[in-house]
Nanobody, 127 residues
Framework: LQLVESGGGSVQPGGSLTLACVATGGPLNYYNIGWFRQAPGKEREGVSYITKDTGYTEYTDYADSVKGRFTISRDNAKNAVYLQMNTLQPEDAGIYYC??????????????????WGPGTEVTVSP
C-alpha cells in the first residue's frame, strides 16, 4: 500500500484547507486511517482517525485540539480519505501525514500504530 497526501498550503488564521490521502496498491477502505502532524521542533501527534469500512458505522476520533474544527471522511470510489480543516490556527501548522494499518481494532488516534505512511504535505497558517 502506498499513500500520498495532497492539499496542503498556506492560509491565514481562520481559513480552511482540505487534505487528501490517496492510496495505490490496495483498497483504502480495508484500512484504518489516521492523520498525524508534526510541527518544527515538536513530536509528531495524532490528529484524527477513521476505522476501515466494514459495512457498519465507522468510528472516528479526533485530538481534543481539533474537535469541532476538523472532519475526517472517506470516498471509496476515489480510494481516498480526506481531512477537512476549518478555523485553522497557527498552532495547526506543520507537516501532515496520513497513515494506515489493517488488522488493529479498538484503536483511537492516540493509540494507533501505523504500518504505512505517506510522505506528508505541509500546512502553513500565518497572517
Amino acid at each position: 500500500l502506498q499513500l500520498v497526501e495532497s492539499g496542503g498550503g498556506s492560509v491565514q488564521p481562520g481559513g480552511s484547507l482540505t487534505l487528501a490521502c490517496v492510496a495505490t496498491g490496495g483498497p483504502l477502505n480495508y484500512y484504518n486511517i489516521g492523520w498525524f502532524r508534526q510541527a518544527p521542533g515538536k513530536e509528531r501527534e495524532g490528529v484524527s482517525y477513521i476505522t476501515k469500512d466494514t459495512g457498519y458505522t465507522e468510528y472516528t476520533d479526533y485530538a481534543d485540539s481539533v474537535k469541532g474544527r476538523f472532519t475526517i471522511s472517506r470516498d471509496n470510489a476515489k480510494n481516498a480519505v480526506y481531512l477537512q480543516m476549518n478555523t485553522l490556527q497557527p498552532e495547526d501548522a506543520g507537516i501532515y501525514y496520513c497513515a494506515a494499518n489493517r488488522w488493529s481494532t479498538g484503536q483511537t488516534i492516540g493509540t494507533m500504530v501505523p504500518d504505512y505512511w505517506g510522505p506528508g504535505t505541509e500546512v502553513t497558517v500565518s497572517p
